[in-house]
């Protein structure tokens, strides 16, 4: 019994402990990879990245096309933009139940075009949801798309079982993502 509880701390431990990688040498390919986690403020995000064929504006138009966002990601059950202030909005997202639990929230999203979006929570159901997608220009018809995420649910779904849930659908987010972008170009 004692080592069964060994292993299974081991595996949350090692599950939860940030990949190290070099920020010199990025890679992108055309297969959406989960390449590392990284630390900031304490917490840890999981980073993926694809290179995708088609110019920076059209993978932008996917994702800021909010209106259609769920038509996009799989998990997104709702995606309502409450408020415009240039290029920051409010918007409220529903996701599609994990389980038992249902997460609604409002993040404060900010827009560089083309080429940086990042939000953070402002108020809902998770205790801190932040990220980024940061697109660059790769020739003239290619984008390297580097996609960042930190989530932590709280009590019933804490930061490292939400980094579980993130590595096994990012790849996923980026396909869709790459899909829907060469589908414009």
């Known amino acids: 019994m004692y080592r069964r509880i060994g292993i299974c701390l081991a595996v949350i431990v090692f599950t939860s402990l940030p990949v190290a990688y ?9 297969t959406p990879t989960i390449t590392e986690q990284r630390l900031e403020d304490q917490k840890t995000y999981v980073v993926g990245r694809v ?4 110019p920076p504006q059209d993978v932008w138009r996917v994702l800021t096309d909010y209106k259609h966002a769920t038509d996009l990601f799989t ?25 038992p639990i249902n997460f609604q929230y409002i993040v404060e999203l900010k ?8 939000w953070k929570r402002k108020s809902g159901s998770l205790k801190d949801f ?3 997608w940061n697109l660059f220009a ?5 984008t390297r798309v580097k996609y960042e995420v930190y989530a932590d ?30 589908k414009k170009s």
């Not at 070099?22 to 055309?30: A, P, Q, Y």
């Not at 290179?51 to 088609?54: E, H, N």
């Not at 827009?111 to 990042?118: A, F, G, L, Q």
């Not at 790769?138 to 290619?142: A, S, T, V, W, Y």
């Open 130 to 132: 932040n990220g980024s």
């Open 22 to 30: 070099s920020s010199v040498e990025e890679r992108f390919t055309e």
């Open 111 to 118: 827009e560089e075009e083309p080429s940086h979006i990042e």
């Open 153 to 182: 649910g709280g009590i019933l779904l804490p930061a490292w079982a939400m980094r579980m849930q993130l590595k096994g659908y990012m790849p996923e987010v980026l396909g869709l993502v790459k899909k829907a972008s060469e």
């Open 51 to 54: 290179l995708i064929d088609a």
């Open 138 to 142: 790769e020739g003239e018809n290619k």
């Open 75 to 99: 998990n997104l059950r709702e995606c309502e933009v409450l408020e415009e202030r240039g290029s920051t909005k409010m918007i409220k997202q529903t996701l599609k139940p994990i389980g």
